[in-house]
């Protein structure tokens, strides 16, 4: 599978956004306005995931590596994933996700 099958707009299953495909070099796989993903993958990029439940975002941390990153968690099944965090994300929403609870 190519990395420009995976980079296609969606309409966010939590919120209803329309959401375009992100642009340089990275491929969208989170709403940038609710931060909601779709379970979809086994293996990031792999689309083999059978669930399709909603990944609600319920941390952020931060790697070395990727700098700062969602944590999301399937609203269906639990399964926990991580993902990079877009230059047009909410930071509202990001800031709200790194609050003490």
Known sequence: MSRAHENTGFTCLNC????????GGSYR???PVCLHSRHVDVLPGDRQAQCGGV???????????????LIHRCARCGAEDRNRLAPDDAM?????LQRPR
């Open 16 to 23: 209803g956004a329309v959401v375009s495909a992100q642009r």
């Open 29 to 31: 796989n989170h709403c």
């Open 92 to 96: 509202d929403r990001v800031i709200e």
């Open 55 to 69: 990944m609600e975002p319920v941390g952020v941390d931060h790697s070395g590596k990727k700098g700062f990153v």
